[in-house]
Structures are given as structure tokens and as C-alpha cells.
């Protein structure tokens, strides 16, 4: 049980989907998750498409839901990216899981703030899977997923202005859940600067 927080462009959903793959659990980014809800037209996907299209905080009880519903179905463990984003989720996560809250590791990717902006405008994601990559990868393989073949595009929300929305958001209401972590001695702190595979190694010789 692993829950992965960084703030945005930390390269999270990168290395979440690594670290799934390494140890054989499930990979949920909520964040993906709805959007997809959106683009599939669902009941819950309409109601929080007004909030991802203006780059605002989805409320808890929706996000809450889809997490509950998600992790009763991850019987071999999971990765969680992009849950808890604020203190009270988190604290929602632990009732969730107790008695086992006490072996969740949370791990904080940090990114100096200055590289982030320029990583979010190169976003690429892939329409059929969760792969994400940048603008020079993308060009590499001709705009189609080197994973499934599908489809590279830039997020509907990757725009400067909601990316800044989303760093004060960070700031804001994830670095507490860090805090909150820290205190139950369950906070691990990772550096997200340099090559993927580099990235990776420190993560996994980290929970090691
Ligand atoms: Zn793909």
C-alpha cells in the first residue's frame, strides 16, 4: 500500500505505473481516472468536468468514492497517485484501511518548483493508456504511444495558468498530508530530478 504525492509534473504517474509493474499491484491515478470518466461521458465523470476543465479541486466525496470502490478491488496491493490531496482524504484513507493504515508508505517525489512549469507544457499522455511522456518522445515515435500505439495528446487541463493553480494546491493542501505522513513515521522522501530509471532506483532502494 503506497500512496505517491509530489507535486504536479513531478513525474508521479510515471514512476507510480514503474513501481506497480516492479512489485505486481494495481495502479490507480485518480486524476487519469476521471478524466477518462469525463471523456466516457459517466454520471460522476459529468459531475466533476467543471472542475478539472478550471483546474479546480475536485470535491472529497467524489474522489473518496472512486478510491473506495477501487481499492476493494486491488486484492494484490496498490499504488496510489493522486489521493490523499488534502488532509481530511488522507485521514478518510487511514479509517479505510485500518487496521492496516500502519504499513501504508506514502512517498514525496521533490522537484525544484522551477523545473516543474516547463515539464507540464512538454506533457504528452497517451488516449489508450496511461502512458505519459514528453514533447520529444512524443516526436520520436511519431505522436503514438510507444507503449500501446495510441494516440499522444497534450492534457485539456496542461495549461499554464491551471498548472500554477494546481503547484498553490499542492502547497496548500498536499504538503500537510506530507506532514501528516511524516508524523506516523510513514513519510519517505525521494528526489524526482534526472533520468526516469534514476529516479526509479532511488524510489525502490528507498522502500527497500
Ligand atoms: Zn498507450
Known sequence: MIVLLGPPASGKGTQGRLLAEAQGCSYLSTGRRLRVEVADDT?????????????????????????????????????????????????????????????????????????????????????GCSWTGNVTEASETDGKCPDCGGLLHRRFDDIPENFRKRLKEFEDLTLPVASYYEKSKRLFKVCGVGKQENVFERLQSTLR
Open 43 to 127: 454520471s460522476r465523470g459529468r459531475l466533476v468536468k467543471k472542475f478539472l476543465e478550471e483546474g479546480q479541486y475536485v470535491p472529497d466525496h467524489l474522489v473518496v468514492d472512486l478510491v473506495n470502490e477501487w481499492i476493494g478491488q486491488a486484492t494484490k496491493g496498490w499504488v496510489l497517485d493522486g489521493f490523499p490531496r488534502t488532509l481530511s482524504q488522507a485521514e478518510e484513507l487511514d479509517r479505510i484501511l485500518a487496521p492496516e493504515a500502519s504499513s501504508l508508505k506514502a512517498i514525496l517525489l521533490d522537484v525544484d518548483f522551477s523545473e516543474l512549469e516547463s515539464r507540464v507544457v512538454g506533457r504528452r499522455e497517451c488516449k
